[in-house]
């Protein structure tokens, strides 16, 4: 309490019980302020105007009940109450609890004069669990904020704890409709996410494999963060995923990250520039007259028509179409078509 007394609300109807328990905080010494009630009515009105360290309270009293004292805030008392009562009795004593009352003692002499003690003991506790409460609601509502931050993210996100078992996902990470075959519902919470990737099979196995093994080394410490791309061949599309693990910073069970995010669109511009690229390679080993042919093939021309407009045989442009699909690789075409347009693009 940091050198400062501590205030205790006695409410007891009794002339007798209260000037013996006002003896017994006197011969205590100055650690304390008492102030005492005769009644239910008499202590709300303390209570207006002040909020007392410990209320120590008579179960009943003229006006009611000690219990009816005990204020929620949030659910939560807003100060300790230690009932007293003159007959020890088990459901009385449940009841009192249940009502939120902090301890229940049943009064004898040595009881009253115990109780500047039983009143400190209540005040410890009440610190430590007020104390464990603010604690308990920080990391709820750290809790909160993540998953709101986390459900922010168009990537999938889950996080992991040393066992590999999932702690929570993020809602991209929980949407059944997503084509990653390493999330929804069967990847989520409570779900051992290295055991459920190591039942993976078929053309997705190597990747469930290095997943698992990254997810592994981190948790271990043995990488400080592991990345790959994943190409999902089941999906209609075979999307392609970044899937990056990272250590998770935070107090508690957490030790991982596992984050995918959807790379599909970057994976296909990347390959059409590689494409581009390699078309316009192998464009460049063709002759003046194979890139004319070319040209007029892609147009919709038969051999006959450019044989006409370049005054060359039909044989000869006919050896100059096997030279461009020869050299470009291709053997239709619609294969001509397409490097043709991805040039021009």
């Known amino acids: 309490m940091k050198n400062l007394e501590m205030t205790i609300l006695l409410v007891e109807d009794q002339p007798a019980h209260a000037k013996l328990i006002e003896r017994a905080f006197e011969s205590a010494g100055s650690g304390f302020r008492l102030s005492v009630a005769s009644s239910l ?7 207006t105007s002040s909020t007392p360290d410990v209320v120590i309270a008579d179960l009943e009293l003229p006006d009611g009940r000690g219990t009816d004292l005990i204020r929620h805030d949030r659910g939560v ?27 229940y003692v049943v009064k004898s002499s040595a009881v009253m004069r115990d109780l500047p003690r039983i009143a400190a003991a209540a005040i410890r506790e009440w610190t430590h669990l007020v104390e464990r409460r603010r ?3 920080a990391r709820t509502q750290s809790l909160r904020l993540l998953e709101v931050v986390l459900d922010s993210l168009s990537a999938q996100v889950a996080v992991l704890d040393d066992n590999g078992m999932i702690l929570m996902v993020n809602s991209a990470w929980a949407n059944e409709s997503s084509p990653n075959p390493f999330s929804g519902k069967a990847f989520g919470v409570t779900v051992n996410y290295l055991s459920a990737c190591a039942n993976v099979t078929g053309e997705m196995e190597p990747a469930a494999h290095a997943i698992v093994a990254g997810v592994r080394d981190v948790i271990t410490g043995i990488q400080s963060q592991f990345c790959v791309e994943v190409q999902c061949y089941d999906t209609p599309d075979q999307r392609w ?30 390959n059409e520039a590689r494409d581009r690229a390699i078309h316009c390679e192998r464009l460049a080993t063709l002759s003046d007259r194979e890139h004319e042919v070319m040209t007029m093939v892609v147009a919709g021309k038969a051999n006959k028509v450019i044989a006409r407009d370049l005054g060359r045989s039909e044989k000869t ?10 050299k470009l690789k291709v053997r239709t075409i619609a294969d001509l078509v397409r490097i043709a347009v991805s040039i021009e693009r």
Do not use: C, W
């Open 135 to 137: 604690a308990e609601m």
């Open 41 to 47: 009515r008499e202590a709300q009105k303390l209570l």
């Open 241 to 270: 995923y970044q899937v990056e693990v990272s250590p998770f910073s935070g107090a508690g069970a957490a030790r991982a990250v596992v984050l995918f995010e959807d790379i599909s669109e970057r994976k296909q511009t990347e």
């Open 317 to 326: 442009v006919e050896k100059h179409r096997a030279n461009v699909m020869k």
């Open 77 to 103: 008392p807003a100060f300790p109450v230690v009932v007293l009562t003159s007959h020890g009795n088990e459901q009385v004593a449940v009841e009192a609890m249940k009502a939120g009352a902090l301890d």
